[in-house]
Nanobody, 116 residues
Framework: QVQLVESGGGLVQPGGSLRLSCAASGTIFSIYAMGWYRQAPGKQRELVAAIVNSGNTNYADSVKGRFTISRDNPKNTVYLQMNSLKPEDTAVYYC??????????WGQGTQVTVSS
């Protein structure tokens, strides 16, 4: 049973920083890619950032230069360092893990609120 445990969300003022983490466990199958998506009220879920085994990364234009995704392969953990946060970054952030053999899994989501 695959489990994704997210942490690190919360309330932060504009210009502040947060670090999200997501640890995957429960299977021996190898991970191909890990990423973060977000969904704001009334909007569709969108990709924020993703990282594959090679280390290549992909970012949404809206977060380039402010967010950094990284991965600890031995720990099957992905991180999202979010700096210079803006009110429009407010959303529920979801971790996504893609396994080579058993498909894609989602975390439960963590709320990020950027407000003064």
């Amino acid at each position: 049973q695959v489990q994704l445990v997210e942490s690190g969300g919360g309330l932060v003022q504009p210009g502040g920083s947060l670090r999200l983490s997501c640890a995957a466990s429960g299977t021996i199958f190898s991970i191909y890619a890990m990423g973060w998506y977000r969904q704001a009220p009334g909007k569709q879920r969108e990709l924020v950032a993703a990282i594959v085994n090679s280390g290549n990364t992909n970012y949404a234009d809206s977060v380039k230069g402010r967010f950094t995704i990284s991965r600890d392969n031995p720990k099957n953990t992905v991180y999202l360092q979010m700096n210079s946060l803006k009110p429009e970054d407010t959303a529920v952030y979801y971790c996504n893990v893609q396994y080579r053999s058993i498909g894609s899994y989602w975390g439960q989501g963590t709320q990020v609120t950027v407000s003064s």
